[in-house]
C-alpha cells in the first residue's frame, strides 16, 4: 500500500470502529472540558452502574495533526462490556493549536473528568502515538498549579514519542511550527523527576509494534528504561506481527494481546 492509502485504510478502521461503539454503547457526546470549540469529550458507559467502575481516557494519534475524538471510541466496547467508562478526549490540532495548548488541553480534560466522575475506581490513560506523547505529559504534570491533583492507576503508551526534538526538522512540524525551546519543554524524557513525583504509583505499560519504524522503536525502548531506571512501575510489551497502526486498531478486539493486558490493569479482565 501507498502512504496515503495506509492512512486511509487507519482512519477507516478507526470510524468503522467508533460507529459501531456509538451503536452498541451508552454515549455521552460532545462534553466540554473547557470554553474553547474543540475542548470536548465523547464519553461511553457501561449499561450496568457498579460501584467498581474504572474510567479509561484515550488520547488519539494523528502526529498532532489529524484525527479527532470522533474516530476514538474504537476501543470501547471490550472495555464498555467489561464495566469501564472510556472518555475519548479532542483537541485543538495544528495547526489551529500548537503543542503548548494540546497539552494544556489534555491536561485540563483530566482535571474535568476528575471533576465529573469523582465516584470512580480507578483512572487510567491510554493514548497511541502523539496521543502517547500526550498521556506521557500527562503523567509528568505538576499538578500544584491546578484545582485538584489527579490519582492516576495506570497508563497504555502505545507506538508513543517521548523526545521531540528529532521531529523538529522533518514535516511533521511544518504544522506545528516548534522552536527547540517548545520541543523541549513538551518532552515527556525531559520531566521523569516531575513524573516520579505526580504518579509515583502509576502502573506504566510502554507497548511499541514489532514494524514499528526505528525511530519510534528506540524512542519506546529508551523511555522505558529510564521509567525503569528512575524505580517506576513499567512493563514493555514488543507487540508481534503489528505495525504502527494495526497496533491500535486491534483494540477493538478482546482477545487481542493488547486488549487483554488494558482489561487487566483496570482491574477488569
Partial sequence: MSADD??????SALKSGTERARSVTQTLMDVPYGEAEGEKLDVYLPSSSSPDVPLVIY?????????SKDESGFLA?????KGAVVVAVGYSIAPKGDMDLMVSQVRRSVVSVIQQYSHISGLYLCGHSAGAHLAAMVLSTDWTQYDVSPKIKGAFLVSGIYDLQPILSTYVNEPLKMTEEVALRN???RFLSQL???SAS????????????????????????ALESAGLKVSFEDVSETDHFSIIEQLVDENYLLTKLLLKMIGKS
Avoid at 59 to 67: S, T, V
Avoid at 77 to 81: D, E, G, K, S, T
Fill in 6 to 11: 495506509v492512512i486511509r485504510a487507519h482512519v
Fill in 59 to 67: 488520547f488519539h494519534g494523528g502526529y498532532w495533526q489529524f484525527l
Fill in 77 to 81: 466496547v471490550p472495555l464498555v462490556q
Fill in 187 to 189: 518532552s515527556p524524557s
Fill in 196 to 198: 516520579k513525583v505526580s
Fill in 202 to 225: 502509576c502502573d506504566i505499560t510502554v507497548a511499541v509494534a514489532q514494524n514499528d519504524s526505528p525511530e519510534f522503536r528506540k524512542q519506546s525502548e529508551e523511555y522505558y528504561k
